[in-house]
C-alpha cells in the first residue's frame, strides 16, 4: 500500500503565499514523477506544476513565475509553494506520485486534495 497525505491549504488574500506539502509513504521502491493537479468547481482537473526524480520541472502557462515546485526525495514528500496567488487559483488542489512499488509494480497515486481559497 502507498498513501499521500497532503497538507497546507487554506483561505488567503489575492497577492498572498501558501505552501503545499505532500508526503508519500508506504511500500516504495521509488518515486518517479511527482506533480500537483487543481480542480476548480465545474472544471476538469488539470495539471499544475511536475517535478522528475532528477529535478525537472514543468509549470502550467497560468502559475508560471508565481509557484515553484520542489521536492525533498530523502523525505519522498513534494511542496509548492504559491505566490502572488490570484482568486481564480482557487480550487481543490491534488498531489500525485509516480512510483514503483517494492514489488516492482508502477502505479500513480493521488493524495486527498486540499482546499485552497484565493480571497479578492
Known amino acids: 500500500q502507498v498513501q499521500l497525505v497532503e497538507s497546507g491549504g487554506g483561505l488567503v488574500q489575492a497577492g498572498g503565499s501558501l505552501r503545499l506539502s505532500c508526503a508519500t509513504s508506504?511500500?516504495?521502491?521509488?518515486?518517479?514523477?511527482m506533480g500537483w493537479y487543481r480542480q476548480a468547481p465545474g472544471k476538469q482537473r488539470e495539471l499544475v506544476a511536475s517535478i522528475s526524480n532528477g529535478g525537472r520541472t514543468n509549470y502550467a502557462d497560468s502559475v508560471k513565475g508565481r509557484f515553484t515546485i520542489s521536492r525533498d526525495n530523502a523525505k519522498n514528500t513534494v511542496y509548492l509553494q504559491m505566490n502572488s496567488l490570484k482568486p481564480e487559483d482557487t480550487a481543490v488542489y491534488y498531489c500525485?506520485?509516480?512510483?514503483?512499488?517494492?514489488?516492482?509494480?508502477?502505479?500513480?497515486?493521488w493524495g486527498q486534495g486540499t482546499q485552497v481559497t484565493v480571497s479578492s
Open positions: 508506504g511500500n516504495i521502491f521509488t518515486i518517479n514523477a
Open positions: 500525485n506520485s509516480d512510483v514503483t512499488t517494492t514489488q516492482f509494480l508502477h502505479q500513480t497515486y
